[in-house]
């Protein structure tokens, strides 16, 4: 599956951004999706993730309450929502998928087969 994310851009701290990832899955809904990101010498950090049916969810700390991942089955695409942004929230975003069947949520980056190009979010102070 190939997977586009878009986006991204420059806003200041205490603003919002929503990325979309649009995947060419041709069932969409039997993939488990995640958002990461990397910041300059940083190692790729996991955010969020959701379940193929759209149910389940899970968050990293740093991000919980403020970030949102959703997703349209119907229109192939997953969404995250930031809200309330830091400059530590400076970083590439990246999508990431995985064809799986289940309840099942993913945190690691090498649990997830497919990825997109990412796209760059800069909060400035």
């Known amino acids: 599956v190939q997977l586009q994310a878009s986006g991204g851009g420059l806003v200041q701290a205490g603003g919002s951004l929503r990325l979309s990832c649009a995947a060419s899955?041709?069932?969409?809904?039997?993939?488990?999706m995640g958002w990461f990101r990397q910041a300059p010498g940083k190692e790729r950090e996991f955010i969020t993730t959701i379940n193929g049916s759209g149910d389940r969810t899970t968050y990293a700390d740093s991000v919980k309450d403020r970030f949102t991942i959703s997703r349209d089955n119907a229109k192939n695409t997953v969404y995250l929502q930031m809200n309330s942004l830091k400059p530590e929230d400076t970083a590439v975003y990246y999508c990431a998928g995985r064809n799986y069947v289940g309840s099942m949520l993913f945190t690691r980056p090498w649990e997830y087969d497919n990825w997109g190009q990412g796209t760059l979010v800069t909060v400035s102070s």
């Open positions: 899955a041709r069932a969409f809904r039997y993939y488990a």
